[in-house]
């Protein structure tokens, strides 16, 4: 495991990383012994790097919902990480491309809770009960650390991933606010859209059968900790389709159906 000395100077490394906006070397590479117990410690201390320079926590993300991306990964389960308010941009936002590392666009059902989610064993209808609306988003994705080192060629792991806040840089949040009782979330999709040309779609069962579950998996592996998931908060609940790459001058459009639109451009 690593050291507390190394921890806080991996998350050094990270927010360094995203403020120069070049990637660092995974830091698994050097310490190949780390597991995901010193990854959360990793992700958690940049965090509270944040937090001291001011910014503010808005909500929570799960990743790594699918099946497929679970296998690529050579991991069994979903991941998490926290969403600053520095990370929230409009509905129809232009952002700069080269503000950010291998930026890359995956879309989302997003939960807005009334009411606090917390402890293990929740059920669909106690997340659903608890949700004040859901809206339609894209999650902006960015690796701070090399996905594959221009030198060793070797692959950064999901330690890394998790180090690395889970890979969140932002969301982009629709306008349209749903009551989840009035739509079937499982059957609720998404067409994404670059530069007019579908690059993906999917539904929210890829979201371990039901986007709910998400936050079931999330309230569960904060139970122990004794953190719950907080009214107001944007909670992610994973994406149901693979990363499309972003570059200078694309326009992503998503659209959710019945939930309404999402848009973004990059200069």
């Known amino acids: 495991m690593l050291t507390d000395a190394q921890i806080q100077e991996s998350a050094r490394r990270h927010h360094a990383a995203e403020l120069a906006r070049r990637p660092m070397r995974a830091w698994s590479q050097d310490y190949p012994d780390m597991d995901i117990t010193d990854a959360y410690a990793v992700q958690n201390a940049w965090v509270q790097l944040k937090l001291a320079e001011g910014r503010r926590v808005i909500g929570r993300k799960v990743g790594l919902t699918s099946r497929a991306m679970q296998e690529a990964m050579k991991i069994d389960e979903p991941d998490f990480g926290t969403l600053l308010d520095d990370m929230l941009f409009e509905n129809g936002s232009t952002i700069s491309a080269a503000d950010f590392i291998d930026p890359r666009i995956e879309v989302e059902i997003t939960f807005v809770l009334k009411n606090a989610l917390q402890g293990e064993g929740l059920t669909v209808e106690q997340v659903l009960d608890a949700t004040d609306y859901v809206v339609p988003s894209m999650e902006l994705i960015a690796a701070r650390s090399h996905r594959v080192d221009p030198e060793t060629g070797y692959t950064r792991k999901v330690y890394d991933t998790i180090s690395d806040n889970a890979a969140n840089a932002g969301i982009i949040v629709g306008d349209k606010k749903c009551d989840p009782r009035e739509l079937d979330l499982r059957w609720t999709g998404a067409i994404l859209y670059r530069n007019g040309i579908v690059e993906e779609t999917g539904l929210g069962a890829g979201i371990l059968d039901h986007p709910a579950k998400g936050l079931i998996w999330l309230a569960k592996r904060f139970a122990p900790h004794g953190i719950a998931l907080e009214p107001g ?17 694309d326009h992503f459009h998503a659209d959710f159906g019945p939930m309404g639109t999402v848009d973004l451009s990059f200069s």
């Open 233 to 249: 908060q944007y909670i992610m609940s994973g994406s149901f389709t693979r990363p499309v790459i972003a570059r200078p001058g």
